[in-house]
């Protein structure tokens, strides 16, 4: 079967043809501009490849309860001309075929649980940390949803004594997103992340975040694995610091294996950057099942 996917990012969409087995046979990429403008072009592109499903990870807010009239819609997004956008509907009835559809993180997580770090995990996270920051949660081997679908880089945090900076975000400023994602960072220090790269004070600060999310994660969902992409995890000395940070956080409350060994539990990603295309792909399989 010759299953399409889509990684609808804010910046890029992403699109590939692949196999059942995970195999990409091709993919190309358009940039992200207006709808009027972006849909024609991934529509043909999936006419061409004749594909028989399509698996759709996209970034949100999204309509993900099936009930809802409006499911399958881009809802409160910032992205111009994106907003209460029946991007699942315009899909299935230019393609015609079944379509998969869910989160850019959900298909990330569901990418990592299919073919990399989270094979064999029931319940765990993928957590990108770059222009944003997002989570796709795995919970007894199924993607959680909600009312939504989870908000992880939302949760509020606890800022740090000696950080002045306010935040980014403009719903809550000292939300994750607001204080650790990349233009927290650029606007914090005054430079890109990339430029900061030999200053400890810079990344001391970012894993003191992320490590306070990551505890707060770590206590409500219990993950049995956590990964972490996105391009601020690019930073090589990054991940010895969070896992220090993690564990004084913790407070030694949680006596787990994995607490033993947080170099084992709290991960980069093994797909690089392809997590997300090969989530895209599982969902277009589960649609194609599901007929």
Known sequence: ??????????????????????????????????????????????????VEALGAACFGPLDLDKTSDTYGYITSTPKAGWQDYPIWHILRSALQVPVGFDTDVNGSVLGEAAYGALRGVETGMYITIGTGIGAGILANGRVLHGMQHPEAGHILLSCHPQDPYEGTCVCHKNCFEGLAAGPALEKRWGKRAEELADIDEVWELEAYYIGQALADYVMLLSPQKIVLGGGVMHQETLLPRIHRQVREQLGGYIRTWQMEHLEQYIVRSELGEDQGILGALKLGQEAARTV
């Open 1 to 50: 079967m010759r299953i399409g996917a889509l990684e609808a990012g804010g910046t890029k969409m992403v699109c590939a043809v692949g196999r059942e087995d995970g195999t990409i046979l091709e993919r190309k990429v358009f940039p992200t501009l207006r709808p009027e403008q972006t849909m024609p072009e991934l529509i043909g592109y999936f006419q061409q490849a004749g």
